[in-house]
């Protein structure tokens, strides 16, 4: 019995170019972080010609049901004085406004269903809704705790609120989230923001010199 050929790629076979994959961002609205990498991930993308694709997924679950952790990073002893401390520092470094409502304040939950349901119906708008979730928590110190919230946010920016009502949205923006999350879980994502590309990943904001690095070589 003769073994199965490998199957042709069209674009190969034709001598055309084969489109870089894309770059993921694993984030969670929560995250001061995530915010500082909103920053600076999307000219990494644009200067690589890599696709950024938006991965919300739910941190705290992560962190309750994966990793075993009961306290949020900032309860922490001696951790959580030198992030409180860092995260206003490296705010300052970046040249970002940073005036964030209290953390104990902000179920992010909400807004990473909202945004998984404009990802479904206006996925030309996710990346816009996501940045203004992040400004609005982290800048302004306005968290969109509710649908109402997130449709006004969305309203702002231009997206059509026909089929974003919460009765018709909810659930299966629950479930979009609660299937975003999981997938982050199984391509390996513990914390956030973290990125992914080529199979490579890389955690945390401080990272992204490393992935510009990375994307520019070709690896190492």
């Keep these: ?3 199965a050929l490998p199957a042709i790629d069209p674009a190969r076979e034709a001598g055309a170019a084969v489109p870089p994959g894309p770059l993921d961002f694993y984030f969670d609205f929560i995250s001061p972080y995530g915010y500082f990498a909103l920053a600076q991930i999307e000219a990494v993308a644009a200067r690589h010609q890599r696709v950024l694709r938006w991965r919300p997924f739910h941190m705290r679950a992560v962190t309750r ?4 952790m009961t306290q949020a990073m900032g309860d ?3 951790k959580g004085p030198y992030v409180r401390q860092d995260v206003r520092r490296t705010a300052r470094w970046l040249g970002l406004p940073y005036a ?7 179920s992010s939950v909400v807004a990473s269903r909202f945004l998984c349901v404009v990802q479904d119906k206006h996925p030309q708008s996710a990346a816009a809704f996501a940045r203004a979730v992040f400004h609005s928590h982290h800048a302004l110190g306005r968290s969109p705790n509710t649908w109402d ?12 609120l026909d089929a974003l009502n919460e009765a018709a949205c909810a659930e299966p923006g629950r479930e979009l989230f609660r299937a975003a999350t999981a997938a982050a879980v199984a391509q ?3 914390g956030t923001p973290t990125f992914v590309v080529d199979g490579e990943m890389f955690w945390g904001s401080d990272r992204i010199a490393q992935v510009d690095a990375w994307l520019e070589q070709g690896g190492w």
Excluded at 100 to 106: D, E, K, L, V
Excluded at 149 to 160: E, S, T, W
């Design 65 to 68: 049901e994966v990793l075993g």
């Design 188 to 190: 390996g994502v513990w």
């Design 1 to 3: 019995m003769k073994p």
């Design 76 to 78: 922490v002893p001696l």
């Design 149 to 160: 919230d997130c449709q006004g946010l969305a309203a702002q920016i231009g997206v059509p």
């Design 100 to 106: 964030p409502a209290p953390t104990a304040g902000f």
